[in-house]
Protein backbone atom coordinates (compact mmCIF):
# COMPACT_ATOMS: atom_id res chain seq x y z
CA UNK A 1 0.00 0.00 0.00
CA UNK A 2 1.29 3.94 -0.94
CA UNK A 3 0.40 4.81 2.35
CA UNK A 4 2.64 2.56 4.52
CA UNK A 5 5.50 3.01 1.57
CA UNK A 6 8.64 5.33 2.66
CA UNK A 7 7.37 8.50 0.85
CA UNK A 8 10.50 9.47 -1.73
CA UNK A 9 11.56 12.97 -0.77
CA UNK A 10 14.45 15.27 -1.75
CA UNK A 11 15.69 15.75 1.68
CA UNK A 12 15.62 19.63 1.48
CA UNK A 13 13.19 21.13 4.80
CA UNK A 14 12.53 24.45 5.74
CA UNK A 15 10.01 25.35 8.49
CA UNK A 16 9.74 21.65 8.76
CA UNK A 17 8.55 21.40 5.17
CA UNK A 18 9.64 18.72 2.98
CA UNK A 19 9.50 18.26 -0.77
CA UNK A 20 8.10 14.69 -2.71
CA UNK A 21 10.73 13.73 -5.52
CA UNK A 22 8.05 12.89 -8.07
CA UNK A 23 9.00 12.59 -11.53
CA UNK A 24 7.49 15.07 -14.15
CA UNK A 25 4.60 13.71 -14.89
CA UNK A 26 4.57 12.13 -19.47
CA UNK A 27 1.85 14.90 -20.43
CA UNK A 28 4.68 17.43 -19.08
CA UNK A 29 7.13 15.94 -21.10
CA UNK A 30 5.32 15.88 -24.69
CA UNK A 31 4.20 19.00 -23.95
CA UNK A 32 8.10 20.18 -23.32
CA UNK A 33 9.83 18.64 -26.45
CA UNK A 34 6.96 19.43 -28.41
CA UNK A 35 7.48 23.23 -28.17
CA UNK A 36 11.17 22.81 -28.96
CA UNK A 37 10.35 20.56 -31.67
CA UNK A 38 7.50 22.85 -33.01
CA UNK A 39 9.83 26.40 -32.56
CA UNK A 40 12.58 24.54 -34.83
CA UNK A 41 9.80 23.84 -37.62
CA UNK A 42 8.60 27.46 -37.14
CA UNK A 43 12.20 28.98 -37.57
CA UNK A 44 12.99 26.87 -40.30
CA UNK A 45 9.82 27.00 -42.55
CA UNK A 46 8.74 30.61 -41.71
CA UNK A 47 12.50 32.48 -41.60
CA UNK A 48 14.33 30.00 -43.92
CA UNK A 49 11.59 27.69 -46.52
CA UNK A 50 10.91 29.27 -49.86
CA UNK A 51 7.34 27.60 -49.28
CA UNK A 52 6.51 29.98 -46.60
CA UNK A 53 4.62 33.28 -47.44
CA UNK A 54 4.86 36.52 -46.14
CA UNK A 55 1.55 38.63 -45.10
CA UNK A 56 1.84 40.50 -47.51
CA UNK A 57 1.76 38.43 -50.09
CA UNK A 58 -1.04 36.59 -48.84
CA UNK A 59 -2.62 40.40 -48.96
CA UNK A 60 -1.86 40.47 -52.53
CA UNK A 61 -3.01 37.72 -53.55
CA UNK A 62 -6.72 38.42 -51.55
CA UNK A 63 -6.76 41.20 -53.23
CA UNK A 64 -6.01 40.10 -56.69
CA UNK A 65 -9.04 37.58 -55.76
CA UNK A 66 -11.45 40.42 -54.61
CA UNK A 67 -10.45 42.42 -58.02
CA UNK A 68 -11.60 39.65 -60.34
CA UNK A 69 -14.13 38.67 -57.88
CA UNK A 70 -15.65 42.54 -58.37
CA UNK A 71 -14.68 43.15 -61.85
CA UNK A 72 -14.23 39.94 -63.40
CA UNK A 73 -17.94 40.24 -65.16
CA UNK A 74 -17.61 43.49 -66.42
CA UNK A 75 -13.93 43.33 -68.47
CA UNK A 76 -11.86 46.54 -68.96
CA UNK A 77 -13.69 49.44 -68.33
CA UNK A 78 -14.09 52.13 -70.75
CA UNK A 79 -13.65 55.91 -69.82
CA UNK A 80 -16.34 56.97 -72.05
CA UNK A 81 -19.73 58.70 -70.82
CA UNK A 82 -21.63 55.63 -71.61
CA UNK A 83 -19.75 53.60 -69.53
CA UNK A 84 -19.36 55.72 -66.68
CA UNK A 85 -23.10 56.75 -66.91
CA UNK A 86 -23.80 52.82 -67.12
CA UNK A 87 -22.13 51.67 -63.93
CA UNK A 88 -23.75 55.14 -61.96
CA UNK A 89 -26.63 52.66 -61.78
CA UNK A 90 -25.07 49.24 -60.78
CA UNK A 91 -25.30 49.51 -57.00
CA UNK A 92 -22.62 46.56 -56.32
CA UNK A 93 -20.29 49.21 -58.51
CA UNK A 94 -21.28 52.16 -56.58
CA UNK A 95 -20.41 50.32 -52.90
CA UNK A 96 -16.96 49.22 -54.16
CA UNK A 97 -16.48 52.84 -55.70
CA UNK A 98 -17.68 54.41 -52.07
CA UNK A 99 -14.77 52.34 -50.62
CA UNK A 100 -12.22 53.42 -52.65
CA UNK A 101 -13.33 56.93 -52.06
CA UNK A 102 -13.61 56.55 -48.10
CA UNK A 103 -10.24 55.36 -48.14
CA UNK A 104 -8.44 57.76 -50.75
CA UNK A 105 -10.29 60.61 -51.17
CA UNK A 106 -12.21 61.40 -48.21
CA UNK A 107 -9.04 62.85 -46.63
CA UNK A 108 -9.43 65.82 -48.52
CA UNK A 109 -12.79 65.92 -50.00
CA UNK A 110 -14.80 64.62 -47.27
CA UNK A 111 -16.25 61.15 -46.38
CA UNK A 112 -19.50 62.52 -48.01
CA UNK A 113 -17.85 64.85 -49.93
CA UNK A 114 -18.99 67.79 -48.67
CA UNK A 115 -14.85 68.92 -49.16
CA UNK A 116 -12.19 69.83 -46.41
CA UNK A 117 -8.88 71.00 -48.56
CA UNK A 118 -10.55 69.82 -51.28
CA UNK A 119 -13.18 71.10 -53.30
CA UNK A 120 -16.79 70.26 -52.26
CA UNK A 121 -17.85 67.39 -54.94
CA UNK A 122 -22.00 67.68 -54.18
CA UNK A 123 -23.06 70.84 -55.66
CA UNK A 124 -23.20 72.01 -59.27
CA UNK A 125 -20.12 74.00 -59.89
CA UNK A 126 -17.12 72.56 -60.51
CA UNK A 127 -13.61 73.87 -61.47
CA UNK A 128 -11.92 71.60 -63.81
CA UNK A 129 -15.16 69.67 -64.84
CA UNK A 130 -17.80 70.07 -67.57
CA UNK A 131 -18.97 66.57 -68.46
CA UNK A 132 -18.59 62.96 -66.69
CA UNK A 133 -15.30 62.60 -68.71
CA UNK A 134 -13.99 64.86 -66.96
CA UNK A 135 -14.34 63.43 -63.94
CA UNK A 136 -12.23 60.37 -64.94
CA UNK A 137 -9.49 62.85 -66.20
CA UNK A 138 -9.35 65.30 -63.44
CA UNK A 139 -8.68 61.60 -61.36
CA UNK A 140 -6.10 60.31 -63.27
CA UNK A 141 -4.60 63.22 -64.07
CA UNK A 142 -4.66 65.70 -61.02
CA UNK A 143 -5.56 69.09 -60.95
CA UNK A 144 -3.87 72.68 -59.92
CA UNK A 145 -0.48 71.42 -60.11
CA UNK A 146 -0.98 68.15 -57.75
CA UNK A 147 -3.13 70.13 -55.25
CA UNK A 148 -5.81 67.34 -56.43
CA UNK A 149 -3.18 64.50 -57.28
CA UNK A 150 -3.06 62.45 -60.04
CA UNK A 151 -4.24 58.53 -59.20
CA UNK A 152 -3.65 56.68 -62.48
CA UNK A 153 -0.18 54.85 -60.84
CA UNK A 154 -2.36 54.26 -57.27
CA UNK A 155 -5.79 53.04 -58.58
CA UNK A 156 -6.54 51.10 -61.64
CA UNK A 157 -8.42 52.21 -64.98
CA UNK A 158 -11.40 50.38 -63.65
CA UNK A 159 -11.35 51.68 -60.32
CA UNK A 160 -11.17 55.19 -61.42
CA UNK A 161 -14.09 54.82 -63.89
CA UNK A 162 -16.33 53.88 -61.03
CA UNK A 163 -14.74 56.67 -59.26
CA UNK A 164 -16.14 59.00 -61.82
CA UNK A 165 -19.71 57.14 -61.58
CA UNK A 166 -19.65 57.91 -57.66
CA UNK A 167 -19.13 61.24 -57.90
CA UNK A 168 -21.58 61.63 -60.31
CA UNK A 169 -23.90 60.21 -58.10
CA UNK A 170 -22.65 62.45 -55.48
CA UNK A 171 -23.87 65.81 -57.64
CA UNK A 172 -26.22 67.48 -56.54
CA UNK A 173 -26.27 66.26 -52.85
CA UNK A 174 -25.11 69.65 -51.34
CA UNK A 175 -23.06 68.19 -48.30
CA UNK A 176 -22.40 70.88 -46.21
CA UNK A 177 -18.30 71.75 -46.14
CA UNK A 178 -16.86 73.87 -48.25
CA UNK A 179 -19.20 76.85 -50.71
CA UNK A 180 -19.17 75.95 -54.08
CA UNK A 181 -16.41 76.73 -56.08
CA UNK A 182 -15.88 77.59 -60.09
CA UNK A 183 -18.64 77.49 -62.55
CA UNK A 184 -22.19 75.78 -62.42
CA UNK A 185 -22.18 73.12 -65.09
CA UNK A 186 -24.66 71.81 -67.22
CA UNK A 187 -26.50 68.78 -65.52
CA UNK A 188 -24.55 65.13 -66.11
CA UNK A 189 -26.67 62.61 -68.38
CA UNK A 190 -29.84 60.79 -66.73
CA UNK A 191 -28.39 57.67 -64.63
CA UNK A 192 -30.78 54.66 -66.50
CA UNK A 193 -32.91 53.18 -63.67
CA UNK A 194 -31.90 55.82 -61.15
CA UNK A 195 -34.61 59.06 -60.64
CA UNK A 196 -32.88 62.08 -59.77
C1 LIG B 1 -4.43 65.80 -51.08
C2 LIG B 1 -5.83 66.18 -51.13
C3 LIG B 1 -6.73 65.50 -52.15
C4 LIG B 1 -6.96 64.16 -52.29
C5 LIG B 1 -6.40 63.00 -51.49
C6 LIG B 1 -7.94 64.05 -53.37
N1 LIG B 1 -8.26 65.28 -53.85
FE1 LIG B 1 -9.54 65.68 -55.34
N2 LIG B 1 -9.08 67.67 -55.23
C7 LIG B 1 -8.24 68.24 -54.30
C8 LIG B 1 -8.16 69.67 -54.54
C9 LIG B 1 -7.35 70.66 -53.73
C10 LIG B 1 -8.98 69.92 -55.66
C11 LIG B 1 -9.23 71.28 -56.32
C12 LIG B 1 -8.26 71.43 -57.47
C13 LIG B 1 -8.35 72.84 -58.06
O1 LIG B 1 -8.32 73.78 -57.29
O2 LIG B 1 -8.46 72.93 -59.31
C14 LIG B 1 -9.53 68.63 -56.07
C15 LIG B 1 -10.38 68.49 -57.12
C16 LIG B 1 -11.00 67.30 -57.47
C17 LIG B 1 -11.94 67.15 -58.56
C18 LIG B 1 -12.36 68.25 -59.51
C19 LIG B 1 -13.43 69.07 -58.89
C20 LIG B 1 -13.66 70.38 -59.64
O3 LIG B 1 -14.43 71.19 -59.13
O4 LIG B 1 -13.06 70.57 -60.69
C21 LIG B 1 -12.36 65.84 -58.56
C22 LIG B 1 -13.33 65.23 -59.52
C23 LIG B 1 -11.67 65.19 -57.48
N3 LIG B 1 -10.85 66.07 -56.83
C24 LIG B 1 -11.83 63.86 -57.17
C25 LIG B 1 -11.03 63.19 -56.24
C26 LIG B 1 -11.06 61.76 -56.04
C27 LIG B 1 -12.00 60.78 -56.72
C28 LIG B 1 -10.09 61.48 -55.12
C29 LIG B 1 -9.67 60.11 -54.60
C30 LIG B 1 -9.24 59.15 -55.57
C31 LIG B 1 -9.47 62.74 -54.74
N4 LIG B 1 -10.06 63.74 -55.42
C32 LIG B 1 -8.47 62.84 -53.80
C33 LIG B 1 -7.56 67.58 -53.30
C34 LIG B 1 -7.52 66.20 -53.12
Not at 70 to 96: N, R
Not at 107 to 115: A, K, T, V, W
Request: charged share 20%; with cysteine.
Amino acid sequence: MKTTQEPNVTGHEYDGISEYDNPTPGWWHILFFGSILFSVFYIVFWHFSPLSWTVHEAWEKDQVNDYKRIFGTVGDLKPDQETIVKMAGDQQMLSVARSIFVGNCALCHGREGGGINGVNLTDDAYKNVKTVEDLYTVISKGANMGAMPAWEQKLSKNERVILASYLMTLRGKNVPGRAPEGDVIPPFPAVPGVGR
